[in-house]
């Protein structure tokens, strides 16, 4: 089946959920490209993360012209299925029209909070170095899974080594995380194409059909993001799916401060400026 094929047969589900869940009709925001884009860099635990969490990347790129890169920190516990994770993750890169590159010829192994290796943090210091990304993702510090942790464990110390001045986007998938504090729209049209990037790690979904449930846990954002981000007892939003971000501000590398609470829904198109405090 063809992208543009996969995207309508999504898009057509998700209005259907949407108009369930008394979403108004779907956005589109006005690209504004930005003269200078800047680069973001996801890193991301496994393949499969940056369908995941990728909805901010996303709409930097399509409405900034933000360049963006995934940066497969591991490519998963099974060594037999490293190569076809690795050709799944660049197939659902491009559906997202994401950069994408690797640590290593096979990615780290053995990835954990406790356990983290200097040459693990060089290696990500490195890539910091060259790239100076205006924004991080990576997982939050108790992301409910050992390799998701111990990325969040690497981020932070490459940053700091790095002397990095950036904004880290604490994301969250295993656990939720105590203070996001941006709840960044996805419109139909997005989350369509999230699903289908996610559909592309075919050897992942035949164990366990996950991109199936991604729209609740988008759903499921909104609700929560409703009270956690605007305020307890506030009214939802008006859109049917979101992700929820921790966005902290680093300065020569050591945490600064968080950035100001924020909803973005997707008829504004994003720029810089909500990197700024």
Known sequence: MSLEADLARW???????????????????????????????IFAPHPDDECIVGAL??????????????????????????EARWAELLDACGVLGFGCMRVGEQGLSDVRADAVQPGQVQALVALLAEHRPALVLAPH??????????????VVQAIAAAKLDTVLALTEFWSTQAAPN??????IADTARLIAALERHTGEIERNPYHLRLPAFLADAVRRGGELVLGAGEAPPD???ATLYRLVACRAG????????????????????????
């Open 182 to 187: 941006a709840l960044v729209e996805s419109s």
């Open 239 to 241: 859109f049917a799916f």
């Open 141 to 154: 510090a108790l992301d409910d899974n050992p390799s998701h942790r111990g990325v969040h464990q690497l």
């Open 254 to 277: 050591q945490p600064a401060g968080d950035l100001p609470r924020r909803v973005l829904p997707a008829d504004r198109a994003l720029s810089s400026a909500l990197l700024t405090h």
């Open 57 to 82: 990347p996303l709409r930097l790129r399509q409405e900034a012209g933000w360049r963006v890169t995934n940066v497969a920190v591991t490519l998963g516990s099974n060594a037999e299925r490293r």
């Open 11 to 41: 898009r057509e589900h998700l209005t259907r959920f949407a108009a369930l869940l008394g979403s108004p009709p779907d956005r589109h925001a006005a690209p504004a490209p930005e003269a200078v884009p800047d680069h973001c860099l």
